[in-house]
């Protein structure tokens, strides 16, 4: 009785080893970011789904020139502590004769002078000063893990009031962000913002972390009953990285901002499903506006359409200073 009671225990005790060595592998593969560029270089994770999203595949030129732009500008190194005593940098660009703030929240493992090198020359040129900041756990940021915005949102918000302790003019400030940058932007919405905060940009930004990656999950390994899967990402996330994957969510925020929101998206991002910014603007409660560009990959509707995109940016600005 005694060794049948050893062997079940045994049994039960390799299934939860195997049963949480797969939702670790999960894990590490999205959220914990120590070695992302080991990883990086070795491209473990080079998906068809990103190449293709990535707007050097159809405007490589473009972009290219836009991020060598904002990597020969003489820029300020700033630093904060986040809510959790991370320190966290970004760089800031001030205009000649500026008429607003714009603080700029970059995508998943991404980078502000990557993800906004198209669109950073025209705002810099329009009188904006820029702050690009860099994640948690991404550029000269501190950080082991990406929260899909449950932590990133309270950096957003720090980072508001950083530039509004600055803003000896008191000019407008807004928060402009791509991808989860831009989930990230939603969610700080829902928090208490400076006052000269007076709105935000969304270009490609999704609902939810869970969501996101139930979506990832049927579109890119079609796989479409991941339950398990999340249950024990979400453990890891509660016991590793300080946050719940329900925190990582827009639409509290959404149904509390009452400050305006332009929303953009591209009809053929598979990256993140133009869908989440369809249903981000149904259940926003303050003014606001939605360009959905149907040639478009994820953050590539400033390419696809620069005069449009940047005929709405202008417009929102002059609209709301």
């Not at 270089?41 to 904002?70: D, M, T, V």
């Amino acid at each position: 009785m005694r060794d049948k009671v050893i062997k079940v225990l045994g049994a039960a005790s390799v299934a939860a080893s195997v049963f949480m060595a797969a939702g670790w592998s999960f894990f590490k593969m999205i959220v914990r970011c120590k070695e992302q560029k080991k990883l990086m270089r070795k491209k473990w994770f080079q998906l068809s789904h990103i190449k293709l999203n990535h707007p050097r595949h159809k405007f490589e030129k473009e972009y290219e020139e836009g991020k060598a732009w904002c990597m020969q500008q003489d820029m300020q190194d700033c630093y904060m502590e986040s809510k959790d005593g991370l320190v966290l940098h970004a760089y800031y660009l001030p205009a000649e004769n500026p008429k607003r703030f714009v603080l700029l929240s970059h995508g998943y493992k991404g980078s502000g002078f990557g993800d906004f090198a198209y669109t950073a020359r025209f705002l810099h040129e329009n009188n904006c000063n820029l702050l690009f900041i860099d994640q948690r756990c991404c550029g000269a940021s501190q950080g082991e893990y990406i929260t899909f915005g449950a932590w990133e949102q309270y950096d957003v918000q720090g980072w508001a009031y950083y530039i509004s302790k600055r803003n000896k003019k008191r000019l407008p400030i807004y928060l402009y962000g791509e991808s989860m940058g831009a989930a990230a932007v939603l969610m700080a919405s829902g928090h208490k913002l400076p006052a000269e905060v007076r709105g935000l940009v969304a270009d490609c930004g999704f609902r939810s972390m869970k969501g996101q990656v139930k979506d990832m999950a049927a579109d890119w390994f079609h796989l479409h009953w991941i339950g398990l899967m999340l249950f024990r990402l979400d453990l890891f996330c509660r016991a590793l990285a300080s946050f719940r994957m329900k925190d990582a969510d827009t639409t509290k925020a959404l149904e509390k901002n009452k400050r305006p929101v332009l929303f953009f998206h591209g009809e053929e991002d598979t990256y993140v499903n133009y869908k989440n910014s369809i249903y981000n603007y149904s259940v926003c409660q303050a003014p606001k506006d939605l360009l959905i560009i149907s040639e478009a990959r994820h953050l590539c509707s400033a390419y696809e359409k620069p005069e449009l995109y940047r005929e709405k940016l202008s417009g929102f600005f002059e609209k709301y200073d």
